[in-house]
């Protein structure tokens, strides 16, 4: 059993972290990359870039917009985050664990405070997969990982909670530690692959969108009458073609 | 179909392996990362890397040669390919040398501070300048893509014959000097090996590799990019390499001969096996497979030569380079897999750079198509972002990248170990005393260790209760426990209290708030003492003040016991040699230091405990 | 020119000479590392005691050979013979190739393995000391006079002395007065000291002398390779054009 924790506080943690981190790096510059390319091929895109910085900021801090249109989801969504975001990285007991391993660590928040917010996440957590769940228009854009991740959220918290108030803990305090420290390394491991990676991307996406998709009108044909490519398929097109055609190509691929 | 884009992606993974060794080699140092030692102060970094690039980066300038001096314009086609190959060679050679200099940081030093009498400088001037010569050589194959760089390259056309020469002069010098190296070393070098002829024995199985090189690269490259392989050249190459294959080993055996060191040859060691080894596969097999003309003109023979050669002439340098040295005594290096994955990381960036000049510019007459080029390629689906990928360009960024990072992240999580944290110092459990009224205190059981009399000192000490003065903490109901219960590493401090025991369903079943005081971190700072509960734990007269939950390493504690004591009573006792060495260690081996007393202990806390360090003042 | 000479039969293996080298230089605790040698001797512990069988001590240190080795192979000029003949080392200059750490015929130089900047590190002979007219650490505070300091002609005289007084007690041969061209620690022994250099006798040729001859010819090979490449390139292209006479242009220069 301990031989278990240690490995998951140890090698496992190093290298989920690692993965977090090189892959967050990894989307951001790719992400970059392509937005480049995007905007050096249609250079003749008009981008207002104040207004596009103006919507990143603001998105930033989404709260007062959700506020008008469904304001008990953007403040629980909101609580949820706070929690979600200073309890792990403020905790003391964390900051232990980093100066143990990096040799430096920070200032932590109190205890009571941590719980409190603990208890907020967890609270926060059930909440949204509820409202997913049972809200109509939410859940017709939902995917599966949209209904997992708070729940696999909520899991370190919970264990974490018990940890520390072992008087609540259906289990020995070992048992928590071990599913604290593993659920909270396949979090880690998960956030660049899925959709938590917004937490670098999002000060991205309003660019992405702004390059994606401010076209001057009627810009795509020209580009495709530019190149002769008229009667051709380009790759840019290629998503939205029929299987008929798709084998066409291969095909005309084949005989060249 | 994706030969080319998976090689690409083991080449990227490897780079990614690399960076995370690369890493802990810059935190932490040499002795972390490789198998290197005051015995053994070159490994295959030197071995291989360097030593061994320079010799196969040499078909650059066997070929130059051959082209442009003695006009033989049939070899024409494969001379970018071999000045291209030469050029990423010493590029790597030198970024491999960055990895294994302690100080990399200074390697300009060589340029201001001359010593005229030292191979090494001589070798590293002459690699800078032939890397120059290079860089002008290949320098027109780029430029012939930019218009704008048409005047340049036409001057460095006209420049080629000077260059050449230049070249083929530089190399001769470094890849003999090479050789020159190890002349001073003579007392150190395997006589199979030594020889005052071994600038000249370098330089000759140089070109020789420099062949083989070219051959390996031409038929992989070929392979890979499924391009018709040149083996008509080839195997001209071939018949030419086999005349230098016996020459050199008419030279190796016959400056044995002239050396009269061929009794040597005869001997049971593994050196004289590993020359035999050596000489077969370097010279013999390849020479004789290179006379059957059916070898000569397969592509597979050519290969099979090849690869033989090439092995051949690297482990020659490998064995001069330090692994044949008498002077290490019984310690066999091994390169760590650390050091392995830091060469291959090399060689798989110069092979990413190779592939991506063959794919651009036109190295080859004919250039390769590259797949993830393809202009009417469908895009991709990826599985688990659930994407669209986009065009082939974009697929192998992605797929590359992700392999870098994966690479990567696995290296962090094997090198996160005792290795590195240790620092080099070998965890060595500490053993009982043995003994009755007499102890012998050797906690390695090494054989070497301190007669100690145990009731003379209890009986000088002043008898009775006076087990205190030295027994300063007992194991729970325990009376005088052995020292080497807490201070359980000969050379490494351990912790002395089992968290798990004290909370374990098996052990005692202590709720957290009993030794943890509520709402505050559970941490060894404002834990209680161990003896707040076991208060039989520390005799109340103990002289020694105890850091509980942490015990200082075997040999730390026994010195600052006995010396502080001995350092004191040497002024009543009128006796100056009390605390001196030799007191003890009568006659027996130095217990490696005996001068700092209390060792630096901050540096070596808390790493191999289950708690944070305790701060020390 | 200044030397130590030590007298293997007087020294009582008290290792007070190795204390005192590691108090004047402040030489870190040396623990057994995996890199280290089993001579004694690591980057903290410049001089050490050998005990060999029947209670007979050897010390070790850094030879200052009279033609050294480590001097000639360094190739930025780090170490250095300083002008009472100390092999002095400037870490400003080296770059850390270990070159001299190969070249050294007694296997002397040790390596900071595990520092992120390291460094060589071997007995300097107290070369700021000595130059003050003060002695070495070691000899200073040696209680049996077993190594002492002085002129090197007065101390072979004296080695000789010694010998020639006790035929019976030593060994004929003073150690380090031909080896490797001399060198400046010497040694008179009863037992036989082949084992400081891995149980092989050692020339008198001084090893830098070795790769003298290699690099006088340097510049010839270069010169004469270079002359001769061009000679031999003039050569054939002449012959190749005289073959093609009244044809067209030779391929070669221009074509490529």
């Known amino acids: 059993m301990h031989a278990w924790i240690e490995f998951g506080s140890g090698p496992l943690f190093r290298l989920c972290f690692a993965l977090m981190l090189l892959g967050l790096a990894r989307i951001v510059v790719l992400t970059i990359i392509g937005m480049v390319e995007a905007y050096l091929r249609n250079d003749d895109k008009i981008i207002n870039w104040r207004e596009l910085i103006g919507k990143t900021v603001s998105w930033l801090f989404p709260i007062a917009k959700l506020l008008k249109k469904r304001p008990v989801y953007s403040l629980v969504s909101f609580l949820f985050h706070i929690g979600l975001i200073l309890t792990p990285l403020f905790l003391a007991a964390h900051l232990l664990l980093w100066e143990k391993s990096i040799g430096f660590a920070w200032f932590a928040i109190p205890q009571s405070l941590a719980d409190y917010l603990t208890l907020i996440v967890i609270v926060c957590g059930l909440t949204l997969f509820l409202m997913r769940a049972l809200y109509g228009p939410a859940r017709a854009i939902s ?9 696999l959220l909520v899991i370190p918290f919970l264990t974490g909670y018990m940890c520390v108030n072992g008087r609540i803990s259906p289990a020995t305090y070992q048992w928590m530690m071990l599913i604290h420290i593993f659920s909270g390394n396949l979090i880690t491991v998960m956030i660049p692959f899925t959709k938590i990676a917004h937490c670098v991307l999002t000060p991205l996406s309003q660019l992405v969108t702004g390059i994606g998709w401010k076209f001057p009108r009627g810009a795509g044909d020209k580009v495709i009458e530019t190149l002769g490519y008229k009667d051709r398929p380009t790759w840019v097109e290629q998503p939205r073609l029929g299987l008929e055609k798709v084998t066409t190509v291969e095909k005309e691929a084949a005989e060249k | 179909m994706n030969r080319v884009r998976n090689f690409k992606l083991i080449l990227w993974m490897i780079i990614g392996l690399g960076a995370a060794v690369a890493t802990a080699r810059f935190m932490f140092g040499l002795g972390a990362v490789t198998n290197l030692s005051d015995r053994v102060p070159w490994g295959l970094w030197i071995g291989f890397d360097v030593m061994s690039g320079v010799a196969l980066a040499s078909g650059g300038f066997v070929l130059t040669a051959t082209v442009y001096i003695f006009k033989l314009d049939r070899f024409h086609s494969i001379v970018r390919p071999a000045i291209l190959t030469a050029l990423l060679g010493y590029i790597a050679v030198a970024v491999g040398l960055l990895f294994d200099l302690g100080l990399p940081w200074n390697i300009w030093h060589m340029m201001i501070y001359w010593n005229l009498h030292s191979p090494l400088f001589e070798v590293g001037w002459c690699v800078m300048l032939y890397l120059t010569v290079l860089l002008l050589e290949f320098f027109p194959v780029p430029a012939e893509k930019y218009g704008f760089l048409s005047k340049i390259r036409g001057f460095l056309t006209k420049l080629r014959l000077p260059l050449v020469i230049a070249g083929i002069a530089l190399s001769t010098l470094h890849q003999s000097s090479l050789g020159s190296l190890f002349l001073i070393m003579p007392y150190n070098v395997h006589p199979l090996w030594y020889s005052p002829i071994m600038p000249v024995t370098f330089f000759i199985s140089a070109i020789g590799l420099g062949l083989m090189m070219v051959t390996f690269e031409s038929l992989f490259t070929g392979w890979l990019y499924r391009r018709e392989q040149e083996v008509d050249l080839l195997e001209r190459l071939g018949a030419a390499a086999r005349w230098v294959f016996l020459l050199y080993l008419a030279i190796r055996l016959g400056d044995l001969a002239v050396r009269d060191q061929l009794g040597h040859l005869s001997g049971g060691e593994w050196q004289v096996k590993m020359f035999w080894f050596e000489l077969v596969i370097v010279a013999i097999i390849p020479t004789v497979l290179l006379f059957i003309r059916a070898v000569r003109r397969s592509a597979a023979g050519l290969m099979t030569v090849a690869i033989t050669g090439v092995t051949g002439i690297v482990l020659n340098r490998i064995n001069v380079g330090g692994l044949v040295h008498i002077n ?60 669209w990928l986009g065009k082939p360009e974009i697929v192998a960024r992605t797929k590359y990248s992700l392999g870098f990072i994966i690479a990567a992240a696995v290296g962090f999580a094997l090198l996160s170990g005792e290795p590195l944290e240790s620092r080099g110092v070998d965890p060595v459990p500490a053993q009982q005393a043995r003994g009755g009224d007499t102890l012998w205190i050797d906690g390695n059981l090494d054989g070497y260790g301190v007669e100690f009399l145990h009731v003379r000192h209890w009986y000088r000490s002043g008898s009775g209760e006076s087990c205190v003065e030295c027994h300063h903490m007992n194991l729970p109901l325990d009376r005088n426990s052995g020292c080497y219960h807490c201070h359980s590493d000969m050379y490494l401090p351990a912790d002395a209290f089992r968290h798990d025991w004290h909370s374990s369903p098996t052990g005692g079943k202590l709720a957290c708030h009993e030794c943890h005081q509520k709402g505050v971190v559970r941490a060894v700072e404002s834990a209680k003492k161990c003896d707040e509960c076991h208060n039989d734990l520390i005799p109340s007269e103990a002289s020694i003040e105890v850091e509980q939950y942490m015990a200082v390493s075997y040999a730390d504690a026994m010195h600052h016991l006995c010396i502080d004591c001995h350092t004191k009573e040497a002024v009543p006792r009128e006796n100056p040699d009390l605390p001196r060495c030799t007191t003890c260690h009568k006659g027996q081996r130095d217990i490696i230091d005996a001068t700092v007393l209390d060792s630096d202990r901050r540096n070596l806390t808390g790493k191999r405990t289950l708690l944070p360090p305790i701060h020390q003042e | 020119m200044k030397a130590i000479l030590t007298d293997t039969t007087k020294c009582i293996g008290c290792r007070e000479c190795v204390i005192a080298c590691k108090t004047r230089y402040k030489l870190d605790n040396s623990i057994p590392r995996r890199w280290s040698a089993e001579d004694g001797l690591t980057a903290r512990n410049w001089t050490s005691i050998i005990e060999r069988p029947d209670s007979k001590y050897v010390r070790k240190q850094c030879r200052h050979c009279i033609e050294p080795a480590c001097v000639s192979a360094c190739p930025v000029n780090a170490l250095q013979k300083n002008k009472d003949g100390a092999v002095v080392y400037d870490s400003s200059k080296c770059m850390g190739c270990r070159y001299c750490m190969m070249a050294c015929p007694y296997g002397i130089p040790r390596y900071d393995w595990d520092r992120q900047v390291p460094y060589v590190r071997k007995c300097i002979l107290c070369a700021e000391y000595i130059s003050d007219g003060k002695q070495p650490a070691c000899t200073e505070v040696c209680p049996t006079e077993a190594t002492i300091f002085g002129e090197r002609d007065e101390l072979i005289a004296e080695a000789h002395r010694r010998i020639k007084a006790n035929p019976g007690k030593y060994i004929n041969r003073v150690w380090g007065e031909h080896e490797v061209g001399g060198s400046q620690v010497l040694y008179i022994s009863d037992i036989d000291l082949s084992f400081l250099t891995y149980g092989q006798p050692l020339g008198d040729k001084p090893l830098p002398d070795r790769t003298a001859s290699a690099m006088h010819a340097v510049p010839y090979a270069f010169v004469g390779m270079g002359s001769l490449m061009a000679g031999i390139g003039w050569v054939i292209g002449r012959r190749m054009k005289n073959e093609e006479g009244g044809k067209d242009k030779p391929e070669g220069e221009e074509n490529e």
Not at chain 1, 143 to 151: A, E, F, H, S, T
């Open chain 1, 143 to 151: 995917r599966k990982q949209d209904y997992i991740w708070p729940l």
């Open chain 2, 328 to 387: 290490r005594g019984e310690t066999l290096y091994l390169p760590a897999w650390t050091e392995i994955v830091i060469t291959l990381a090399v060689i798989a960036g110069a092979a990413l750079v190779f592939l991506f000049m063959a794919e651009r510019f036109k190295v080859w007459e004919i250039q390769p198509v590259d797949p993830d080029a393809d202009p009417i390629k469908m895009p991709e689906f990826h599985p688990v972002d659930s994407s």
